[in-house]
C-alpha cells in the first residue's frame, strides 16, 4: 500500500485572470480524468481566475515530473478545444505558464491541506 501525496500549483500563461468558475469546473473535471488516465488521483482540487493547485495522489512507480507534464499538456489541449484560445501566434495554444509548484505533503494531513485549499478565497 501507497500513499504519496503532492500539492500541486499551476498558474495560467501572464497570470491571466481567465479561469471562471464554469470554466474552473470543467477544467477541474477534465483534470480528474485525464489523472486516473495516468494511474493518479487528483483527492482535492480549487483555484481562482489565474491559477490552480489541487492534491495529487501518485503510485511510487511513475516519473512525476513527466505525469505533471502530461497533466499540463493534455488539461491545456482540452481547455483550449473548449474555450478556444487566450492569446494569438505562437502562443495561441497554451494555458499555462512554463513552471509550477510542488512539494510534498509530508506530516501534514490530508484535512489539513484540504482545508487550506477549501478556504483560499476567504
Known amino acids: 500500500m501507497f500513499r504519496l501525496t503532492y500539492h500541486v500549483v499551476w498558474c495560467v ?21 485525464i489523472a486516473q488516465s495516468v494511474n493518479c488521483k487528483i483527492l482535492e482540487i480549487n483555484g481562482e481566475e489565474d491559477h490552480i493547485h489541487f492534491i495529487l495522489e501518485t503510485p511510487p512507480t511513475i516519473n512525476l515530473s513527466e505525469t505533471i507534464g502530461k497533466l499540463k499538456s493534455k488539461s491545456a489541449h482540452d481547455f483550449i478545444e473548449q474555450f478556444g484560445s487566450f492569446l494569438s501566434g505562437k502562443l495561441s495554444r497554451t494555458l499555462w505558464s512554463s513552471g509550477f509548484f510542488i512539494a510534498s505533503t509530508g506530516g501534514v494531513t490530508l484535512d489539513v491541506l484540504k482545508a487550506y485549499l477549501s478556504n483560499q478565497r476567504a
Open 13 to 33: 500563461k501572464f497570470r491571466r485572470h481567465i479561469l471562471t468558475a464554469l470554466r474552473r469546473g470543467s477544467l477541474f473535471k477534465s483534470l480528474s480524468e
